[in-house]
């Protein structure tokens, strides 16, 4: 129970209870009224961006298992994401299954893709699995761009409207269905992820981050845990993928450069690391920046048309300022300026 | 049934809601496709390289399509109404393109201008969709059908028939068998002609050898030279941007190689010249299915004159300026006839405008000189100008040649 000392429980139910006070079901309750009434109080152009931020919560969420919960760096998200949206676009396209089912397919092979990618991790630590995982990064994208009969030759996947069960996205209302699908499924895994730290498994991985030799000595098969933490990781990033190309309905592989593997990094660094909440702040923010920044370039462009001209330049040097200003002041992210805030609300007037 | 299970089933029933939901979902209504009023400006939505891998060219093109709707805005627009050009720089990468495009397309875009070969194909299906007519810097041969792309308009020949007409002029230039060796950008970009090429030499039983090379991200290229030289190449078909391609120019030069270079429309500019120096651009081939300052061509004249008025000149900016101001000429035509047939603007109009249009006359400076398409065919042009380096200036030895 919440009191002005701090959360107290009494039983060992209660501290096992994913929300523990009533203030968090009311916030769940006001997150959850916004998100329903999203579609119909956006514009379709907000709505596409909202669409893309709820993609990249998935694979947020996917790299923070892997970085922030196992403590294995990785620089191959890209590369994991090329594998889902190739493996889904090709399956439902030139295989001809049913759209859930070659999404489900390519969700296993990303999985079973980064468990094989996730081996050096057995013998790498930190810097070195870094540049390991980067050498994924660029193998991958190597295969998909030089490996035509994965896109016909063309250099590229086309993939028709989603279509599930008969009941096909319309063109008119194209972001609001999608919004549907997607919200749907991050709210699936969201839910699961945060479920997945919960468990011995979750746990192995923590133990794994903190402290792989104690956690050798305590009984975590640290070969089990870490290839696992590869394949469950890797499987939601695939999904990410595998629901890019359903999205966007062209598979190109410029979507899946070393760029993209970067800004997933950041996500997770500015959302916090180790935190599932902090993946979804940390993808919101990232993919809002570039945005928000054209908005404001475009108002101000009477006033100071050099934002306009030169508006990639300073999306980059914000976005470096970002991670810079986060790794500074607060290294575990939003997440955690979020969890001082609610302290200050709840201890005032007492400090802690 | 316990808690665990009720929990449960209030989640799935929830997430029921949330599907049955989707089905009537109604705030965000469609934007596409937007129309124009009685004398309300021409949205057309225009997605620029200026800063990106492709900005050194992809900048001359914007400024090129932005001057074009000056000077036309300033002679009263199209029919009275004006151009509202929404002007974006996507610095190359696909995901802001598309980004953008869903922008113009919600703030009621007509018509869209794109740049490169990836956002082309990105976009080319969410243009269908939409009905909004798309132009690009890209000459993909996808680009040209409609079956396959019925919102895509090219104006240009397209790449392969650009490397058509260069595996003709070697040919003829050789007199006798010769090697040839493509260096190519590693992109669909750069591989979009590769297999047509190879297709050609076969059924037009040219007497040449032909090898593809992607171009290695190398300071120099000496080392994909020596490639060409085991293979006996003469010649060099390059189908890259412009610094690669001078790269390639001036190593030949330091290594004494002989060998003549033949560039494709991306490496065939005075940039190309500039950047390899006068002495190393000599006497290489250049196929550039817009005309240079150089060439002296009527159609280039009043955008000179443009430029001339703004304190500057064609032969300052480049071809690509050129480019950028015919290519958007073209969507200018197709929509002044769409105005007039009446009917408000759509993107469905401007499309069907632009396919039953008589021919747009450029003055001699885009491919044959004339541009046109037809309801079974996007391809806007087959011919190329041929030409050649002579102390730093392209000189004109073909016009209009087809494959």
Redesign the interface.
């Known amino acids: 129970m919440a009191t002005a000392t701090g959360i107290h429980h009494r039983s060992y139910r209660a501290e096992l209870r994913l929300r523990h006070t009533r203030a968090e079901y009311l916030r769940l309750a006001l997150m959850a009224a916004l998100l329903?009434s999203l579609?119909?109080?956006?514009?379709?152009?907000w709505?596409?961006?909202a669409n893309?931020i709820l993609i990249a919560v998935i694979g947020a969420v996917g790299l923070n298992i892997l970085v922030g919960y196992t403590g294995q760096i990785s620089l191959g998200q890209g590369g994991f994401l090329a594998v889902g949206a190739y493996t889904s676009a090709n399956l439902s396209e030139r295989g001809g299954l049913p759209v859930p089912l070659s999404i489900a397919i390519a969700v296993l092979v990303t999985a079973l893709i980064g468990a094989l990618f996730g081996l050096p991790a057995l013998r790498l630590k930190g810097l070195y699995l870094a540049i390991a995982t980067l050498a994924s990064q660029e193998i991958i994208l190597f295969v998909v761009?030089r490996w035509s009969w994965l896109t016909e030759?063309?250099?590229?996947v086309?993939v028709s409207?989603l279509e599930v069960f008969g009941w096909q996205v319309s063109?008119?209302?194209?972001?609001?269905?999608w919004?549907?699908?997607l919200?749907?499924i991050t709210?699936?895994v969201v839910l699961a992820a945060r479920n997945l730290m919960r468990t011995a498994l979750g746990r192995a991985f923590m133990a794994v981050r903190d402290q792989d030799i104690a956690a050798a000595a305590i009984g975590v098969n640290l070969t089990r845990s870490k290839v696992t933490a590869f394949a469950v990781s890797s499987g939601f990033v695939g999904l990410a993928g595998a629901l890019t190309a359903h999205y966007?309905?062209?598979v190109?592989w410029?979507?899946f450069t070393l760029?993209v593997s970067v800004l997933y990094l950041a996500m997770i660094i500015v959302g916090g690391i180790g935190s599932i909440a902090g993946s979804v702040y940390g993808a919101v923010f990232i993919m809002l920046i570039?945005?928000l920044l054209?908005e404001i370039a475009e108002r101000l462009t009477a006033v100071a048309p050099v934002l306009?001209?030169?508006?990639?330049?300073i999306k980059n040097a914000v976005f470096g300022l970002a991670i810079i200003v986060f790794l500074l002041v607060e290294p575990r992210g939003l997440d955690r300026i979020w969890t001082r805030v609610k302290d200050y609300v709840r201890y005032w007037p007492f400090r802690y | 049934m316990n808690r665990k299970t009720r929990r449960a089933l209030a989640l799935t029933s929830a997430?029921a809601a949330?599907?049955a939901?989707?089905a009537c979902?109604?705030?965000?209504?469609?934007?596409?496709g937007g129309s124009t009023a009685d004398s309300g400006p021409i949205k057309i939505g225009i997605i620029a390289d200026?800063?990106?891998a492709t900005g050194d060219v992809g900048t001359p093109y914007n400024e090129g399509m932005m001057a074009y709707i000056d000077s036309i805005n300033a002679k009263g627009g199209i029919k009275g109404h004006k151009i509202e050009a929404m002007s974006?720089?996507?610095?190359y990468?696909?995901?802001?393109a598309?980004?953008l495009y869903?922008?113009y397309?919600?703030?009621g875009a007509v018509a869209i201008q794109g740049w490169g070969t990836?956002d082309s194909?990105?976009?080319?299906?969410?243009v269908a969709?939409?009905k909004l007519p798309f132009m690009s810097a890209s000459y993909a041969e996808?680009l040209t059908d409609p079956a396959q792309s019925p919102y895509n308009f090219v104006v240009a020949p397209t790449y392969s028939d650009q490397m058509r007409v260069a595996l003709n002029w070697i040919a003829k230039d050789a007199g006798g068998k010769a090697e040839v060796a493509v260096f190519h950008h590693?992109?669909?970009f750069g591989?979009a002609p590769v297999?047509d090429g190879q297709k050609w030499v076969t059924e037009k039983g040219l007497n040449l050898g032909f090898k593809a090379y992607p171009m290695p991200k190398t300071p120099n290229q000496v080392g994909l030279l020596s490639q060409a030289k085991s293979q006996g190449a003469k010649y060099i078909i390059i189908q890259n941007v412009s610094s690669p391609a001078a790269q390639v120019a001036k190593d030949i030069l330091a290594q004494k190689l002989d060998m003549k270079i033949v560039c494709l429309n991306w490496c065939s500019d005075e940039l190309f010249i500039k950047t390899a120096g006068n002495e190393a651009a000599e006497g290489h081939i250049l196929i550039s299915p817009f005309a240079p300052a150089s060439a002296n061509k009527d159609g280039n004249k009043a955008v000179d004159d443009y430029l001339k008025s703004k304190g500057s000149s064609l032969a300052n900016k480049g071809l690509h300026f050129a480019q950028g101001w015919h290519t958007m000429d073209v969507m200018a035509k197709g929509i002044e006839k769409a105005l007039g047939d009446g009917g408000t603007l759509t993107g469905q109009s401007i499309k069907a405008a632009l396919e039953s249009m008589p021919a747009v006359d450029t003055g001699g400076v885009v491919g044959t000189g004339k541009i046109k398409f037809g309801t079974d065919s996007h391809r806007g042009s087959t011919g190329t100008g041929i030409y050649q380096v002579k102390a730093g200036i392209m000189t004109e030895i073909q016009a209009g040649a087809t494959p």
């Not at chain 1, 063109?171 to 269905?177: A, P, S």
């Open positions: 329903l579609p119909y109080n956006l514009g379709v152009y709505l596409g961006i893309s761009r030759g063309k250099g590229f086309e409207r063109r008119e209302m194209f972001e609001v269905q919004y549907w699908v919200l749907a709210t699936l966007t309905e062209t190109t410029e979507r760029d570039p945005t054209t306009t001209e030169q508006l990639p330049a | 997430l949330i599907i939901l989707s979902g109604g705030g965000a209504a469609s934007g596409g200026l800063t990106g974006n720089d996507y610095a990468k696909v995901p802001t598309e980004e869903k922008k397309v919600s703030q990836g194909e990105a976009l080319r299906t969410k969709n939409d996808v590693d992109s669909p591989t297999a």
